[in-house]
């Protein structure tokens, strides 16, 4: 059985910066396509970005330049670093597995979630 769980999330000033952590158990991270999605209040789950089995990334176009998800093999573990967060960043965050390992943003792809974390960011 996998399990994700987030941490790291938080309270933070637009301008700022955070670094979400998903600690995988179960299966090797590195054997999934893992992805990040984030939920505003009102609003359906959005992609926000995702890392291969071989590493390769994309992201969303407004999170570009600004958001970097990256892999520990070796912790099993995935991270996304937010800098120059904006209040439109504000919305639970939730960490995603797909062990089909597709290159894709749509959320039913992908088939283990954890239980999201706060992101808040303050104007």
């Known amino acids: 059985q996998v399990q994700l769980v987030e941490s790291g999330g938080g309270l933070v000033q637009a301008g700022g910066s955070l670094r979400l952590s998903c600690a995988a158990s179960?299966?090797?991270?590195?054997?999934?396509?893992m992805g990040w999605f984030r939920q505003a209040p009102g609003k359906e789950r959005e992609f926000v970005a995702r890392?291969?089995?071989?590493?390769?990334?994309y992201y969303k176009e407004s999170v570009k330049g600004r958001f970097t998800i990256s892999r520990d093999n070796a912790k099993n573990t995935v991270y996304l670093q937010m800098n120059s967060l904006k209040p439109e960043d504000t919305a639970v965050y939730y960490c995603?597995?797909?062990?089909?390992?597709?290159?894709?943003?749509?959320?039913?792809?992908?088939?283990?979630w954890g239980q999201g974390t706060q992101v808040t960011v303050s104007s």
């Open positions: 995603a597995g797909d062990r089909a390992a597709l290159l894709s943003s749509d959320p039913d792809d992908y088939d283990y």
């Open positions: 179960g299966r090797a991270v590195s054997m999934l396509t």
């Open positions: 890392i291969s089995w071989s590493e390769s990334t």
